[in-house]
Nanobody
């Protein structure tokens, strides 16, 4: 069973770039047909889907809301994907999750993901 672990800075200053890494264990990214996503939950709000990386096609797709300032990269040698979110503001304060699913159906629906990391709190503040 795949396991996911997020890591990154807990505090980021406004206008900086947020970088979060998801380490996958229990299975190789390269050997399995996963869709690996980043999802966040701001305080008092629901889950927001940021985007996903497709292992099979080696492409990343983003929510229109984040497309202009988000990027997801992968490092198969380390079994990791990394989220970059540029020009952050206080509105980007949230718990950020790495999640995985094995079926494409419902790819933009956060509740459709099968596996989740524990989440990491990110606060944007000067």
């Amino acid at each position: 069973q795949v396991q996911l672990q997020e890591s990154g800075p807990g505090l980021v200053k406004p206008s900086q770039t947020l970088s979060l890494t998801c380490t996958v264990s229990g299975g190789s990214i390269a050997a399995n047909n996963y869709w690996l996503a980043w999802i966040r939950q701001p305080p008092g709000k629901g889950l927001e889907w940021i985007g996903y990386y497709s292992v099979r096609t080696d492409i990343s797709v983003y929510s229109p809301y984040f497309r202009s300032r988000a990027a997801i990269s992968k490092d198969t040698s380390k079994n990791q994907i990394t989220l970059y979110l540029m020009s952050v503001t206080t509105e980007d304060t949230a718990v950020y999750y790495c999640a995985a699913k094995t079926l494409y159906s419902g790819i933009t629906n956060p509740t459709s993901y099968d596996y989740w990391g524990q989440g990491t709190q990110v606060t944007v503040s000067s």
